[in-house]
């Protein structure tokens, strides 16, 4: 059997399920899954409705049970797997029966390129353009801010703005989460239309473009590897002065066998601290502990307490 134990949000969980259902199906094991822990009465529902949404992806598969000896290879907490660099391979070779524990990130495009069209089976959903009559000039840009701007990984506002300062388009669409009165200000001179959803309707909306600009969100980057269109802007960050956890630094998902994803090299982090409210808008995509941690280390600043 494999045993998936969900972490983070619905981005995070395609990743995870996608490698659990991968080593399941090779192996002909079952596949049961845990869900994430993270806000669970919003996680659990949006996830559901998303899988709900797709062509093929039941939470459980059927397939042999082997309650033990119990394989922690997948597992970011036991052995040296750093919970992004999997030997996918050398785990799906070995025939000896067990019970598989999968914990971890898995972004990393390498893991999922030998089986992109098998993916891509399991998460076909229909496209909804919820009668904006999307046109093939049209534009569709996601914004992820929120927890981003709390844990120091937001990106800088100048990547979508220089981007719309060289692209011609009809009409600009923005979907995403944390549209504060930032981002409005900064992306108000290109007049766009601003769509507020649950996440699948986000996605399907996504979906109904044949261009997009992306954020360094993993959400936004199913969308364009889930799509049709035939051009997809993507940030490669920089350098990310300001944290160094592992998601800054150890995921790849850089595509690099289809012509449609255009990156930009090095695009900047934004350099600006958070605030209070920073902290109050994203207490729904944060932990107790998270919001906790964010309020002292503000106090701390303010106080001249840090290094």
């Known amino acids: 059997m494999v045993h998936l134990q969900m972490n983070g949000f619905i981005a995070d969980n395609l990743f995870q399920y996608t490698i659990a259902r991968l080593i399941a199906e090779e192996l002909g094991y079952a596949l049961k899954v845990s869900h994430s822990r993270m806000h669970p009465q919003q996680n659990v529902p949006q996830l559901k ?12 598969l059927a397939g042999a049970t082997h309650e033990g000896p119990v394989d922690y290879s997948a597992h970011i907490d036991h052995g040296d797997f750093d919970g992004y660099d999997l030997d996918l391979a050398g785990i799906c070779a070995r025939n000896d029966p067990r019970r598989i524990e999968v914990r971890g990130y898995f972004q990393r495009y390498a893991l999922l390129q030998p089986y992109k069209d098998r993916i891509q089976s399991w998460f076909i959903m229909k496209p909804c353009d919820q009668g904006y009559e999307v046109s093939p000039d049209d534009l569709v840009l996601h914004i992820r801010r929120g927890d981003m701007v709390v844990f120091d990984r937001a990106m800088s506002l100048d990547f979508y703005t220089d981007l719309l300062e060289r692209l011609s388009y009809r009409r600009l669409y923005i979907v995403g989460c944390g549209l504060d009165r930032e981002v409005r200000r900064a992306i108000a001179p290109y007049d766009p239309v601003y769509i507020e959803g649950e996440p699948v309707d986000d996605f399907k909306f996504m979906l109904a473009f044949s261009r997009m600009i992306l954020s360094n969100s993993g959400f936004a980057w199913w969308a364009g590897f889930l799509s049709g269109a035939k051009e997809v802007h993507v940030p490669l960050m920089g350098e990310n002065t300001r944290t ?30 958070y605030t209070l409210q920073d902290v109050f808008r994203s207490r729904g995509q944060l932990t107790k502990r998270h919001m906790l941690r964010a309020v002292w280390s503000l106090m701390a600043r303010r106080l001249n307490l840090t290094d």
């Not at 899988?51 to 039941?58: D, G």
């Open 244 to 273: 160094d956890g592992l998601k800054a630094t150890r995921g790849d998902l850089k595509i690099r066998d289809e012509s449609r994803f255009l990156y930009v090299e090095n695009v900047p982090y934004m350099q600006r601290d």
């Open 49 to 60: 409705a998303f899988l709900a949404a797709c062509a093929n992806a039941p939470l459980a």
